[in-house]
């Protein structure tokens, strides 16, 4: 069906191609540094002058492409020149990121051409627009279907810089794509999906390309949208989680350094007082176990590390190992881990005393390592899952609830003196990452996805309905002409019937009179040879040998049924109905039989009559009807076969009384033939002027019954007469 384009198909495209290459050369420019500072936001200066080298292209060849044919291969080598500038583009961006580090201005390899960054989803959309338009002339359809993606691609960023989603206009490791870039590539890109409806190739409307285009575009931007807003989440996750970090190791550093800064003081106050007493030392000690979480025990150590002295004294500690290289330290150390006598993880730290420059001894605390990191972590949220260890021994786990897993694990080094693998290890808490991670990018792109289908199948079925409306109309006017021509025809038919009914009418009227003429003409004569028949029967009958009184009988009895047979030609011209009396059709066949008795004798025939109903018919016109169906019988009779003729009746409505005989036959195809008056077979030996046959249809026809014969050549016929059910007589007993 064609449908007219729709309206503005060939100008969109030609104004927004125009717009494009005008706002290219504007990029161009300023990355150049040619237009005012003024001017530069709204051009978005800062992009480079690869950007606008290919939004020129891609702009100028969509509006050559909408311009006519003749310019469809300058357009195709404008949009081959934009998409080898976005493929450059997004190779660099590619390498760059396999590499692991993102593009930089002025990234060697790229050539002078490079005026700065390109952002990676402004390349793909430069390709895009230039594949489409390098496919818009061979492959139309392929061609709609890129400029659909670039459309997507620029909406998506556009409402990503509306919705402030980074991850929307800014993929890993690029720049982002420019407001102005999004919005002229999301124009530019439904200017080349429109542009196959500006062809005169395209007149022909498939009712399903553009909504197909429209629901792909509204797909294409809603998973791009749910998929920036889930980076967007992961980003603000990351960003949580590094903070979370950087307070968990400063906590750390913090708790560690001021125990350590405990224990330096207590060695200070061993040197000020030159080798205290037990007394005075326990009583400092007592004074710092109160305000140290997490401290077991403290010991006086030599300098080879045998133990001196020991607060509390029942405490049961592993031995003191002082490494070489230790000995040589003169700060505060943090040694270990081992294990305590509980089989718990525990750390010491090692606070040297020192005598004229020389290591004299230690003095060492035992921290218990879980209370030790727990005090110094109390004030941290539970929604955080922190671990330390050290030398692969998991000194403290602590927070809430079971951890994310890996994708949010952050590991930091304490760098603590004594203690270089001293790591801590965060993660947040699976609530925390629930809490931070909405369904909202999952409730977008579905619900994105059901209302793209429902908006394709909604516009797709205008566009049928409107198809269907355009090929009703035209059905419409098509069969309104054909009804004004039935209509003509029928006046003129019926004209034609009421001259030639009024005709006929004539016809039947003068045939009647001529009926009625003839008949009264023969009537007369027979009526004459029926009269001096039975005046020589009354006046010489006596005189007369049997054989002569038989031939008297014969011409009596021919006589009146030549009668007969003249008044049932009447009945049967007449146009009134027959006068109906109560018939037994077995009575009138055995009459009819009798009457042809020296023919059926001669022929060597049987009949055989079943019980026939009684029927509320014209009597005479029966006996007539059987007459000429059993005269029939004996002509086409075969000859040396003995006749059989048998007649039977089918109960139900309409009756059916069959003549069957063992004839001659007929071809089944030359059945209705036989009934047209004045038409016989043509058979050897059989006289006749084919009028017999047509006068039993006649009969039945005016009983509101039909005649129809089958033939069996070389077997014989039937007649099937068939007469209404409501002829039938019922007796006052409810039989008939």
Same mark, same amino acid.
């Given at each position: 069906m064609r449908l007219p384009k729709p309206?503005? #198909?060939?100008?969109?495209?030609?104004?927004?191609?125009?717009?494009?290459?005008?706002?290219?050369?504007?990029?161009?420019?300023?990355?150049?540094?040619?237009?005012?500072?003024?001017?530069?936001?709204?051009?978005?200066?800062?992009?480079?002058?690869?950007?606008?080298?290919?939004?020129? @292209?891609?702009?100028?060849?969509?509006?050559?492409?909408?311009?006519?044919?003749?310019?469809?291969?300058?357009?195709?080598?404008?949009?081959?020149?934009?998409?080898?500038?976005?493929?450059?583009?997004?190779?660099?961006?590619?390498?760059?990121?396999?590499?692991?580090?993102?593009? #930089?201005?002025?990234?060697?390899?790229?050539?002078?051409? =490079?005026?700065?960054?390109?952002?990676?989803?402004?390349?793909?959309?430069?390709?895009?627009?230039?594949?489409?338009?390098?496919?818009?002339?061979?492959?139309?359809?392929?061609? @709609?279907?890129?400029?659909? $993606?670039?459309?997507?691609?620029?909406?998506?960023?556009?409402?990503?810089?509306?919705?402030?989603?980074?991850?929307?206009?800014?993929?890993?490791?690029?720049?982002?794509?420019?407001?102005?870039?999004?919005?002229?590539? @999301? $124009?530019?890109?439904?200017?080349?999906?429109?542009?196959?409806?500006?062809?005169?190739?395209?007149?022909?409307?498939?009712? =399903?390309?553009?909504?197909?285009?429209?629901?792909?575009?509204?797909?294409?931007?809603?998973?791009?949208?749910?998929?920036?807003?889930?980076?967007?989440?992961?980003?603000?996750?990351?960003?949580?989680?590094?903070?979370? @970090?950087?307070?968990?190791?400063?906590?750390?550093?913090?708790?560690?350094?001021?125990?350590?800064?405990?224990?330096?003081?207590?060695?200070?106050?061993?040197?000020?007082?030159?080798?205290?007493?037990?007394?005075?030392?326990?009583?400092?000690?007592?004074?710092? $176990?109160?305000?140290?979480?997490?401290?077991?025990?403290?010991e006086w150590a030599r300098s080879d590390g045998s133990r001196g002295w020991l607060y509390p004294r029942d405490a049961e500690l592993p031995p003191l190992r002082i490494e070489p290289g230790l000995r040589l330290a003169r700060r505060t150390l943090i040694a270990g881990p081992f294990r305590l006598s509980d089989g718990a993880s525990g750390l010491r730290v090692l606070a040297p005393l020192v005598e004229h420059g020389k290591l004299t001894g230690w003095i060492a605390g035992t921290f218990r390592s879980q209370a030790l990191f727990a005090g110094i972590l109390s004030g941290l949220e539970t929604q955080w899952v922190v671990r330390v260890r050290a030398g692969g021994q998991e000194l403290f786990r602590g927070g809430e609830g079971s951890s994310a897993g890996e994708p949010w694990t952050q590991v930091v080094a304490l760098e603590v003196p004594g203690a270089s693998d001293l790591v801590a290890v965060l993660q947040p808490a699976r609530e925390l990452v629930h809490s931070m991670r909405s369904p909202l990018p999952w409730l977008l792109a579905s619900g994105g996805l059901v209302a793209s289908l429902l908006l394709t199948l909604a516009l797709g079925l205008r566009n049928v309905a409107a198809v269907r409306a355009a090929v009703l109309r035209d059905e419409m006017a098509e069969r309104q002409r054909t009804h004004d021509g039935i209509r003509r025809l029928y006046l003129e038919l019926e004209d034609r019937v009421q001259e030639r009914t009024s005709a006929l009418s004539q016809r039947n009227e003068d045939l009647r009179r001529f009926a009625s003429f003839v008949s009264h003409e023969l009537r007369q004569p027979v009526s004459t040879l029926a009269i001096w028949a039975e005046l020589l029967q009354t006046r010489h009958g006596a005189t007369l040998d049997e054989e002569a009184r038989g031939y008297l009988n014969e011409i009596r009895a021919s006589a009146k049924r030549l009668g007969d047979q003249i008044e049932a030609q009447l009945l049967a011209a007449s146009a009134r109905p027959p006068p109906a009396e109560p018939t037994d059709l077995v009575r009138v066949i055995r009459e009819v039989a009798d009457s042809l008795k020296p023919a059926l004798q001669a022929a060597d025939a049987s009949l055989e009559v079943d019980a026939l109903p009684l029927l509320r018919v014209e009597a005479q016109q029966m006996r007539q009807l059987f007459t000429n169906l059993l005269e029939n019988a004996v002509k086409y009779r075969r000859d040396g076969v003995p006749l059989r003729i048998a007649i039977r009746h089918a109960s139900g409505d309409p009756v059916e009384i069959c003549v069957e005989d063992n004839g001659r036959g007929f071809p089944p195809e030359q059945a209705e033939r036989l009934f047209a008056a004045g038409e016989r077979l043509a058979q050897p030996g059989v006289e006749g002027h084919g009028l017999g046959l047509a006068i039993c249809r006649r009969i039945l026809e005016r009983h509101g019954g039909s005649l129809h014969a089958e033939g069996r050549p070389g077997q014989g016929a039937t007649f099937r007469l068939r007469l209404p059910a409501r002829l039938l007589v019922v007796d006052e007993a409810g039989g008939h």
């Open positions: 309206p503005g #198909s060939s100008g969109y495209p030609i104004v927004t191609g125009t717009l494009a290459a005008l706002t290219g050369i504007g990029i161009g420019f300023g990355a150049l540094g040619e237009v005012p500072e003024v001017l530069r936001p709204a051009l978005e200066a800062r992009q480079p002058l690869v950007t606008g080298l290919a939004l020129t @292209a891609a702009g100028a060849g969509c509006a050559l492409a909408a311009l006519g044919p003749g310019r469809r291969r300058l357009a195709a080598a404008l949009g081959l020149v934009a998409a080898l500038l976005g493929i450059a583009a997004f190779a660099t961006w590619m390498l760059h990121l396999v590499a692991g580090a993102a593009p #930089s201005r002025g990234a060697p390899g790229i050539g002078p051409l =490079w005026g700065g960054r390109m952002a990676a989803d402004t390349a793909l959309a430069c390709v895009l627009a230039g594949a489409a338009l390098v496919l818009a002339a061979r492959r139309p359809a392929v061609a @709609a279907l890129l400029g659909a $993606l670039c459309a997507a691609l620029g909406a998506s960023a556009a409402l990503g810089h509306v919705l402030s989603i980074g991850p929307a206009f800014a993929w890993r490791g690029s720049t982002p794509m420019s407001p102005l870039a999004a919005v002229c590539f @999301a $124009l530019l890109g439904s200017a080349l999906a429109l542009l196959p409806m500006a062809r005169p190739a395209a007149e022909r409307v498939r009712p =399903w390309q553009l909504p197909v285009l429209i629901g792909l575009v509204s797909a294409v931007i809603t998973l791009l949208l749910s998929q920036a807003l889930a980076a967007h989440e992961a980003d603000q996750l990351d960003r949580l989680v590094s903070t979370g @970090a950087k307070r968990v190791r400063a906590e750390l550093r913090e708790g560690l350094d001021e125990n350590t800064e405990i224990l330096s003081r207590l060695a200070r106050e061993w040197e000020d007082r030159m080798f205290p007493t037990r007394e005075a030392w326990e009583e400092n000690v007592r004074l710092v $176990l109160a305000r140290a979480p997490g401290l077991e025990a403290v």
